[in-house]
């Protein structure tokens, strides 16, 4: 329901610029198209108001008329140039009306009217419209004979123009071509369109509106107004306009439509990241990572605002150091070289507890209420640096040990920890409650220090084992030992 953007526009009423000039092809000459030099074609105009005199605005159209004949002539008139570049379609309208005495008698007097395109600035010319004269003898005047043409004429350019012509063998002193309304357009047009007013707080906030919706964006959250509508029915091009009253009073405040919940990536919940140092000193995990990544898939905003994502950790996982407050991206490093020093520094071999994403559009939900943070669920996070710790301080156990897994119960993933103070032959199982071996998950030759070793709740083929108790024993030279684990799905 857009209305087209006028690329050149005539209509010929009383006092508008002429926009055209008079060329014969014939002679080859031009002429000024106004009422004070003499041309083949003239301006008619309407008394519109009876006053007894031409007023400024009083309609009009142009016609080629001669008296008292004129004879194999070839008249056009020719429009400025304008631009109508960028146009992948340029629409032609005009409202033409041919009154033509063909005489039998004179069989090479026939006449034709024509309308014509130039995209070069009149270089040359296309036709795109042609009309010969009827075989009757019409009315004096052209009211209730005018036919409307739209005619799409191609892509437009920067030095366009439009003309029409008259060309035959004998005018006569009764032959008129009129033209009237002529519009170059950047698409079709209808007859006509429905537009809106819309008023803010008895104010007029917008006129013309082509559409049926209207966002009044900048306004304060909370700030209530008022609007109203007011449509118009408007002919194209002309006609006229019928405006209706204003519509009922409907009275609203924006509210801040809130971001949705980011969606965690890494670690998975009940992960457990075990830190050791490589054959460079290093620190790395079991995955030969240099640093626990935080990772997790953005959030949406329907108001478009700019999002900014927030660090929440519970538990012992509040000692991560975390320089900085704030972030826009949608992931963050620790570096191990970062946090081991941050754990020892505090005495703690392992520490663990929930880690969560929050994010906010930063609008308050009402002056002056901070802004709402939209919390992610929490996923918890074992890290252990025992290891890592262990040889750092060049420290060795002085005893075999075998300590409670974590987490405990679990599900997925739970770590067991134990001591080997010396090198040894290691053999760790998993067993249900009736006594029957399900797993092996240390089998070796292992060197003194801290160990670690996670387990995921399968058995030794590889398959999920169901949720309940089970035990796991520890066997290293002369020492033996078994603790119970649970495993919740």
């Not at 519509?247 to 998975?268: E, K, R, Y």
Request: charged residues 20%; hydrophobic residues 35%; contains cysteine.
């Amino acid at each position: 329901n857009r209305i087209p953007e006028i690329r050149f526009g005539a209509s010929f009423d009383y006092d508008e610029p002429t926009q055209f000039v008079e060329y014969d092809a014939v002679l080859d000459s031009t002429t000024d198209l106004s009422s004070d030099e003499p041309t083949n074609w003239d301006k008619a105009y309407t008394d519109a108001n009876s006053s007894g005199s031409f007023d400024a605005g009083d309609p009009g159209w142009v016609r080629y008329y001669w008296s008292p004949t004129q004879t194999d002539f070839d008249q056009w008139i020719i429009s400025d140039s304008f631009d109508a570049s960028g146009d992948t379609s340029v629409v032609l309208m005009f409202d033409e009306y041919l009154d033509d005495y063909p005489d039998a008698s004179y069989p090479d007097a026939h006449d034709t009217a024509a309308a014509h395109i130039s995209y070069d600035d009149g270089a040359t010319w296309t036709t795109v419209w042609e009309l010969a004269d009827s075989s009757w003898y019409g009315p004096s005047g052209p009211e209730g004979y005018w036919t409307r043409h739209v005619i799409p004429v191609g892509a437009g350019t920067a030095q366009m123009k439009v003309a029409f012509s008259f060309r035959g063998g004998n005018s006569f002193n009764i032959d008129y071509f009129h033209v009237d309304n002529i519009f170059v357009l950047d698409e079709i047009p209808q007859d006509h369109y429905d537009v809106f007013n819309v008023y803010r707080d008895g104010e007029m906030l917008v006129e013309d509106h082509e559409y049926t919706s209207f966002a009044d964006v900048g306004v304060p959250y909370g700030e209530e107004h008022c609007y109203r509508v007011q449509a118009k029915h408007v002919p194209y091009p002309d006609g006229m306009t019928v405006i209706s009253g204003l519509s009922n009073i409907a009275c609203a405040a924006p509210g801040n439509q809130i971001p949705t919940v980011p969606t965690l990536l890494s670690p998975a919940d009940n992960d457990t990241i075990m830190i050791n140092v490589d054959a460079s000193g290093n620190y790395v995990d079991q995955n030969n990572n240099v640093g626990v990544s935080f990772s997790w898939e953005g959030s949406t905003d329907a108001d478009g605002h700019e999002l900014m994502y927030y660090f929440v950790f519970g538990g012992e996982l509040e000692m991560i150091p975390i320089d900085i407050a704030a972030t826009a991206l949608l992931s963050f490093e620790v570096p191990y070289n970062v946090l081991v020093p941050a754990m020892s520094s505090i005495g703690e071999n392992v520490i663990s507890g929930d880690w969560a994403i929050g994010v906010t559009d930063s609008i308050p939900i009402y002056q002056p209420v901070p802004f709402e943070l939209i919390v992610t669920e929490g996923r918890h996070l074992v890290i252990d640096a025992g290891y890592a710790l262990s040889v750092d301080e060049g420290l060795l156990p002085e005893v075999f040990a075998l300590h409670q897994n974590y987490p405990n119960p679990f599900n997925p993933v739970t770590t067991i920890r134990y001591d080997v103070p010396e090198q040894s032959l290691v053999r760790m199982e998993i067993y249900n409650v009736l006594g029957q071996k399900v797993a092996v998950v240390v089998n070796g030759i292992q060197d003194p220090g801290f160990h670690a070793v996670r387990w995921n709740g399968t058995n030794m083929y590889g398959n999920p084992l169901s949720s309940g108790m089970y035990f796991y024993h520890i066997q290293a030279g002369d020492f033996r030992s078994i603790k119970k684990l649970i495993l919740v799905k």
